[in-house]
Nanobody, 122 residues
Framework: QVQLVESGGGLVQAGGSLRLSCAAS????????MGWFRQAPGKEREFVAA????????DYADSVKGRSTISRDNAKNTVLLQMNSLKPEDTAVYYC???????????????WGQGTQVTVSS
């Protein structure tokens, strides 16, 4: 059984920051790669960021590279997404994701959480 619970979304002005959190009810959390996806209204779900099992390797979509940081705390079964310099185009529901490898996460071969809404006003 896998449970991924996102939190930290909300309303923020353009240029502001948010930190999204994902709490994973996975006893072997450290054996899974993790990541974040997002979906805006009327659009397909898209990859945002991924992190490998140890946290030593990460991958980011070009749209967020340089202003977002994904991290994990395996002792707390938690993965974070720090988003800075937010833009209105970042508005979407953000989903936490679990995969077997960082490649699997980037490809979307994952189990999803329920999502948390991020709204960036201009």
């Amino acid at each position: 059984q896998v449970q991924l619970v996102e939190s930290g979304g909300g309303l923020v002005q353009a240029g502001g920051s948010l930190r999204l959190s994902c709490a994973a009810s996975i006893r072997t959390f450290s054996t899974y790669a993790m990541g974040w996806f997002r979906q805006a209204p009327g659009k397909e779900r898209e990859f945002v960021a991924a992190i490998n099992t140890s946290g030593g390797s990460t991958d980011y979509a070009d749209s967020v590279k340089g202003r977002s940081t994904i991290s994990r705390d395996n002792a707390k079964n938690t993965v974070l997404l720090q988003m800075n310099s937010l833009k209105p185009e970042d508005t979407a529901v953000y989903y936490c994701a679990r995969g077997l490898s960082i490649r699997a996460v980037v490809a979307g071969n994952v189990i999803w959480g329920q999502g948390t809404q991020v709204t960036v006003s201009s």
